[in-house]
């Protein structure tokens, strides 16, 4: 069965819902503007550059109180993005209504950080006889799925997938099997992070984050130092294409084809040396979509080492597919920062024609990685993407998207 | 028809000891692992025991590089693994591009995370190294690390029904042809935070857990590992390995109902139960035996049963009930591994495994549960058996995978 | 005010902080109200739970699994009634110990 992505909903710092996205991409980085400026906050005490933040976002509209009551941020910002994106596909926000169930695919890195955090001090301080039934439900890795489940009565497969970076394309790729396998009617497929200030001084202790001032991130770039943290959510709509053409729905891409691989010299926290073979093995999935690639998404985030492991990844595919140039590079970590799922989001906004500028923060290439974002407007449109993460630690995994609406 | 998927391969870590032989002496004979915990200190939580994986043999850990760097549910897992691997015939060789690692966990890192905390709010010097490997994605990535894995890695964190889950996206990588063999398993480790967390939410026995016992009183918690070798029954038939079991099918769910309580009706077990016998194109007939969740929660048993009921009819009653869970505790992410791996043992065995003897079984799940002494099973009249393994987690997320005897039995 | 008064009013505070209940008034919480279930404040088993660590925190009392029941906590009234009736227990103790 073949796989439509029909919808998209996001909730970041860029603000909510696949329009306020849509405008960060085009800007190439944060948004500086009111309409996107990162939400207020009270945790205060960040190292380096300062996260996006998205969790103090009103999603009243998305999850009313009685329902938000007991969710932690990632729970929430997933149920207002699934909403969303069930409203932007033009399927009723309470869930969708069919014989056959709707399934969930969500990724996290941490689940709830914060309820993690708060339980662990209350332990310390209060004793573990005074330990919060509500935080311990909410900080399980799969309260976000659970919670999009719940909140739409959607009673097919309910998976969370965890690969950091790679995570959010594994969920993508994992939700499209279930369409295509038809064991759900629709599927809810995206990811939810949360920041803290200490996740983020964790970050910064491993040298993970920018230390720049402009608090903006440069993927490829030769000076990068490394990336922008985030915060939010991203869910995607997949459902059986013919039965959203049925229902007449604007379908924005179908999912072609997917696969993923691990680089095992890798180490726990670090890529490895042969990310350019599983770019090889990318190139043999590629055989199963339908035509030559317009786009890449890459997961380049301005990690120094992890976007070479990116670059090398594609120039992997680059030799595999007997490509003379790659196909436009396009990365939008610069606009989104990292962690949220985002990047799933952006693949599927630019296949169905979006425009996505180049990082603001980028300014000279790095000779040694051999790829640079793409300047200028993408020739094609709707235009058939790879959307593509390697992950520290070894896994990486990508999606062939083809776009069908401009 | 899809490729028949085969089981070559068992390793396990666990409260018995480092090694499936432990573990298999104390799931045959029907001995419970709990006993006093001593990781953490428990004298403030409301319960004190768990089944704990005793110290790793000097051995083990000298085989393993890096194990000074490893987390324990990582020393855990990539123990279980290697010694699938060998079992399987498929150690140190035989791993590349054709192997895939479908792992489940629920802590993770997590005993190292509180130690990071602990170091941090006393104001001593926190090492960020102990953070490496928190994320769900630990185990299976130093698994897939250790052995060398280049095909599709993945991990599952979806509670208790991770393993299962694991298993699920395991077979139908083999079935696809994304990968020649497949790790497929889960590893827990006990920390303070998910023990101190299920007892906020009064769901731990002080005394070890009594399955379908009408005075149960929740859960006992356990940690571990345990991992199966995936191949197709061509690549096993190709390399002459030896075939355990079958894996026939799997199937998921999610009972959308409430983040904690399951269904009363057990509406979400069943579909699981019915996605997994329709993958398997098999009948509720067919089933020989049932390896239940069965955690031993009040809850849980009523709604799990009305499930089997609810799929199996008037039979209910009368298919054996397997809960290894009142032997090896409840290893959370790894349950739904632990579990299949008993299950595969019964298969070439033809022996299920004993919970301990009890009190009344609850009249409202009357389960033909197994227990005081090992079950032979009989004969099903030329078919081979069949196992059905649910695992049914917080959260509202289940899982049901089938197992079938192998064509031809090969030993443990 | 009375003791019971004073008890019953810390409950009803203690009942919407734990629980997040933000957007209600504590003193518009009827004492024989129902606290769970449709028609009442509408908590479940996870609330019950957590009111349990937050009057314990609070009166610095030990309630067991098995008192944690639908009687009890029917309504802040029965609550008030329960509660009252371990606190001079729990201050003895202290006073022993």
Known sequence: MKVAVTGIGAVGAFGTGRASLEAVLALGAPAKTAAGRPAPDSRRGWSASPPLLAAAQDLSEWVPQPQARRMSAPSRMAVAAARQALHDAGLPRTGPDSEVPAGVVMSTSWGSAHYTERILDQIRREGPEFVSPFYFTECVANAAAAQVALSLGARGPNITVAQREAGVVLALARGAREIAAGRASVVLAGAADEMTPTLHMILARFGALSLSSDGVARPFDRGRDGLLAAEGATVVVLEPLEAARRRGARVLARVETWGCGFDPTAGPVSWGRETRLLGTRAARSLSSADGPLDAIVSGASGSPSGDRAEASFLQGLKAALGLPVLPPVLAPKGATGEYGGFHVGAAVAAAAGAPVAPPAGFSAPDAELGVEPHRGSLPRCPRRVLVSSCASGGAAAWAVLSGETA | ?412 | MTDETTLRSRIKRLIVESLHLDGVDPAGIADEAPLFGEGGLGLDSVDALELVVALEKDFGLRIASNEVGRDTFASVGSLARFVGGKLPLAQSASRRG
């Open chain 2, 1 to 412: 028809m899809p490729r028949r998927v085969v089981v070559t391969g068992i390793g396990a870590v666990s409260a018995a000891g480092w090694g499936v032989g432990p573990l298999l002496e104390a799931l045959r004979s029907g001995r419970p692992l709990a006993g006093s915990i001593t990781r953490f200190d428990a004298s403030r939580h409301r319960t004190r025991i768990a089944a704990e994986v005793p110290p790793a043999p000097a051995a083990v850990a000298a085989a393993i590089p890096g194990w000074r760097r490893l987390s324990r549910s990582d020393r855990y897992a990539v123990a279980a693994a290697r010694e699938a691997l060998v079992r399987a015939g498929r150690f140190p060789r035989g791993s590349g591009p054709e192997m895939g690692v479908f792992f489940g966990t629920s802590t993770a890192g997590m005993p190292e995370c509180e130690r990071f905390h602990e170091r941090l709010q006393a104001g001593a010097f926190a090492p960020v190294a102990l953070l490496r490997s928190q994320e769900a994605n630990g185990p299976g990535d130093a698994v897939a690390r250790d052995v060398g894995a280049a095909g599709p890695v993945e991990s599952v964190s979806s509670a208790c029904s991770s393993g299962a889950l694991a298993l699920r996206a395991a077979l139908e990588a083999i079935r696809d042809g994304e990968a020649a063999v497949a790790l497929a398993g889960g590893s827990d480790a006990l920390c303070e935070l998910t023990h101190a967390g299920f007892n906020a939410l009064r769901s731990v026995d002080a005394a070890p857990c009594r399955p379908f016992e009408e005075q149960r009183a929740g859960l006992t918690i356990g940690e571990g590992a345990a991992v199966l070798v995936l191949e197709s029954e061509d690549e096993a038939e190709r390399r002459g390995a030896p075939v355990l079991a079958e894996v026939l099918g799997a199937g998921a769910s999610c009972d959308a109902h409430h983040m904690t309580a399951p269904h009363p009706q057990g509406a979400g077990a069943a579909r699981a139960i019915r996605a997994a016998l329709f993958d398997a194109l098999r009948d509720p007939g067919d089933v020989t035996w049932i390896n239940a969740h069965a955690t031993a929660t009040p809850q849980n048993e009523l709604s799990e049963w009305k499930a089997i009921e609810d799929v199996f009819g008037a039979r209910a009653a009368a298919i054996p009930v397997v809960a290894t869970k009142s032997l090896t505790g409840h290893l959370l992410g790894a349950a739904g591994a632990i579990e299949a791996l008993a299950t595969v043992d019964s298969l070439v065995t033809g022996m299920l495994h004993p919970a301990p003897e009890g009190g009344l079984i609850d009249p409202r799940a009357p389960a033909a549960l197994v227990r005081g002494g090992a079950l032979r099973l009989g004969d099903v009249g030329g078919r081979s058996w069949v196992a059905l393994s649910t695992s049914l987690a917080f959260g509202g997320s289940n899982a049901a995978v089938l197992f079938g005897a192998a064509a031809r039995a090969a030993g443990v």
